[in-house]
C-alpha cells in the first residue's frame, strides 16, 4: 500500500497528490490530509482519502501517537511526502518508518525558516526525491545529503470529467467573454484578488464580468460570481484575464496561459510564494499593470 502524506494548508498538496499519481503511474493510493475537500468525487474516484481529526492538531504528542497507529493500521511499503522533508511539525523525526519505502515531492519552500524544524531533528533516509521547481539552494544541498536519487519531474494533471452540475456551470459561461479569479485560500486574499482585477478593469474601462473559482464561503453580494468547480482549468482556454495567487499548483497549470495571467503572491509561513512570481516574472515582457512584489 502507498500513503502519500499530504499534511498542510489549502488545496495545493491534495491538487500535487493527483498530479504525482498521474504522472508516475502510480494506481491506488492512500492520501492522509487535514483538508476535508478530498471528500469531493474528484479526489475520491482516484484517491482513498484518510483525514487528520482537526482536534489533534494542536496536540503534536496526541498527533504522534495517532499517526503512528495509522501506519500499523494501513502498514504501508512505501510513504510519499510531500513538501516537508520531515513534516510540517518535525513529526516525521519522531516516526518508527522501519522496512518502509520512503520518497519525497520536494518543491521550492522558506528553507532558512523551515530549517528550524528540519535542520536539529533525524531525518527519514529517502529512496528518491521527486523535485518538481528549482529549490532554494541549501535546500536541494540537504536533500541530496538525505536521499539515494534526486530527480526532476515535470508533474502533468489527471483529466478530470465535470460533474453535471459542473457542467451546467462552465456551458454557463463559455459564451461569454469574462475574467477569472482562481482561489483557495482564505477570503480576504479572494477579495484581495476580486480588486486588483477591478483595479484592471478601471484602467482599462473594461465591463466584462468578474468570475470566482473558490470553494470558500465569500459574502453574499459575491454569490452570482462565483462558480463551485474543481478543477478550473476548463476555463482557462476561454478567460480574457485569469488572476490567481502565486501558489506551486496554480503557477504550473497556468504555465501556458502567461500572457493573460495576473498572479498575486501571498504571504505563507513556508511556502514563497514571492520568490516563485518574481521568478515567473522575470521571464515575461513587462506589464505595468502587474502587482508590487514588495512583502
Given at each position: 500500500m502507498l500513503l502519500y502524506y499530504a499534511v498542510g494548508g489549502g488545496l495545493g498538496h491534495i491538487t500535487r497528490a493527483l498530479a504525482v499519481q498521474h504522472t508516475l503511474c502510480l494506481g491506488s493510493m492512500v492520501v492522509m490530509t487535514a483538508q476535508t475537500a478530498i471528500q469531493q468525487p474528484a479526489f475520491t474516484d482516484r484517491i482513498q482519502p484518510l483525514l487528520v481529526p482537526p482536534k489533534l492538531a494542536a496536540d503534536k504528542p496526541v498527533y504522534l501517537r495517532w499517526l503512528q497507529q495509522q501506519l500499523e493500521l494501513w502498514q504501508p511499503e512505501q510513504i510519499i511526502l510531500d513538501t516537508f522533508p520531515v513534516g510540517i511539525l518535525g513529526e516525521w523525526s519522531d516516526i518508527s518508518?522501519?522496512?518502509?519505502?520512503?520518497?519525497?515531492?520536494?518543491?521550492?519552500?522558506?528553507?532558512?525558516?523551515?530549517?528550524?524544524?528540519?535542520?536539529?531533528?533525524?531525518?527519514?533516509?529517502?529512496?528518491?526525491?521527486?523535485?518538481?521547481?528549482?529549490?532554494?539552494?541549501?535546500?536541494?544541498?540537504?536533500?541530496?545529503?538525505?536521499?539515494?536519487?534526486?530527480?526532476?519531474?515535470?508533474?502533468?494533471?489527471?483529466?478530470?470529467?465535470?460533474?453535471?452540475?459542473?457542467?451546467?456551470?462552465?456551458?454557463?459561461?463559455?459564451?461569454?467573454?469574462?475574467?477569472?479569479?482562481?482561489?483557495?485560500?482564505?477570503?480576504?486574499?479572494?477579495?484581495?484578488?476580486?480588486?486588483?482585477?477591478?483595479?484592471?478593469?478601471?484602467?482599462?474601462?473594461?465591463?466584462?464580468?468578474?468570475?470566482?473559482?473558490?470553494?470558500?464561503?465569500?459574502?453574499?453580494?459575491?454569490?452570482?460570481?462565483?462558480?463551485?468547480?474543481?478543477p478550473a482549468s476548463p476555463l482557462f482556454d476561454v478567460a480574457e484575464r485569469i488572476y490567481s495567487g502565486g501558489g506551486f499548483n496554480v503557477m504550473r497549470q497556468l504555465q501556458h496561459y502567461a500572457a493573460k495571467h495576473y498572479p498575486m503572491p501571498f504571504d505563507r509561513t513556508f511556502d514563497d510564494q514571492y520568490h516563485r512570481v518574481a521568478e515567473w516574472r522575470n521571464q515575461q515582457p513587462l506589464r505595468k499593470t502587474d502587482v508590487s512584489l514588495d512583502s
Open positions: 518508518l522501519a522496512a518502509i519505502q520512503v520518497n519525497h515531492v520536494a518543491r521550492y519552500i522558506k528553507w532558512p525558516a523551515y530549517a528550524r524544524y528540519a535542520g536539529c531533528r533525524e531525518w527519514p533516509e529517502f529512496s528518491i526525491t521527486w523535485q518538481v521547481e528549482s529549490l532554494h539552494p541549501q535546500q536541494q544541498i540537504a536533500l541530496c545529503e538525505h536521499s539515494s536519487c534526486v530527480q526532476s519531474l515535470r508533474l502533468e494533471d489527471p483529466c478530470i470529467v465535470p460533474l453535471r452540475a459542473e457542467r451546467r456551470m462552465i456551458e454557463g459561461v463559455k459564451n461569454t467573454d469574462f475574467w477569472l479569479v482562481v482561489h483557495s485560500g482564505a477570503q480576504d486574499e479572494i477579495l484581495a484578488l476580486v480588486d486588483y482585477a477591478e483595479q484592471h478593469c478601471r484602467q482599462i474601462k473594461c465591463n466584462l464580468p468578474i468570475f470566482i473559482v473558490t470553494s470558500t464561503a465569500l459574502p453574499k453580494r459575491f454569490a452570482a460570481r462565483v462558480l463551485a468547480l474543481y
